[in-house]
Nanobody, 122 residues
Framework: QVQLVESGGGLVQAGGSLRLSCAASGIIFSFMSMGWYRQVPGKQRELVAIITSGRRTNYADSVKGRFTISRDNTDNAKNMVYLQMNSLEAEDTGVYYC?????????????WGQGTQVTVSS
């Protein structure tokens, strides 16, 4: 059974920092691209950051230079993805979702966590 469990969300003042964590199980972690997405009411879910199985990273323009995504599976019992968020802005408020995805030819498989709320007060 695939599980992606996010943690680390909360309420923070503008300019502050948060670190989100995602614990992944039930997947072949080393084969998956891992990402963080966020969603606010009335808007589509949007990509925040992604890290491939080869550890290449990509960020939304709005978070470049402020957010850092990383992954760690040195302990094979815990496959973790992190999102370090610095210099937070009110516009960063939303529900943050962890995503695991793989593509083989035209077949895309992906999984989602339940989300964690981040609220940045201005």
């Amino acid at each position: 059974q695939v599980q992606l469990v996010e943690s680390g969300g909360g309420l923070v003042q503008a300019g502050g920092s948060l670190r989100l964590s995602c614990a992944a199980s039930g997947i072949i972690f080393s084969f998956m691209s891992m990402g963080w997405y966020r969603q606010v009411p009335g808007k589509q879910r949007e990509l925040v950051a992604i890290i491939t199985s080869g550890r290449r990273t990509n960020y939304a323009d709005s978070v470049k230079g402020r957010f850092t995504i990383s992954r760690d599976n040195t302990d094979n019992a815990k496959n973790m993805v992190y999102l370090q968020m610095n210099s937070l802005e009110a516009e960063d408020t939303g529900v943050y979702y962890c995503n695991a995805a793989s593509e083989y030819g035209s077949i895309r498989t992906e999984y989602w966590g339940q989300g964690t709320q981040v609220t940045v007060s201005s």
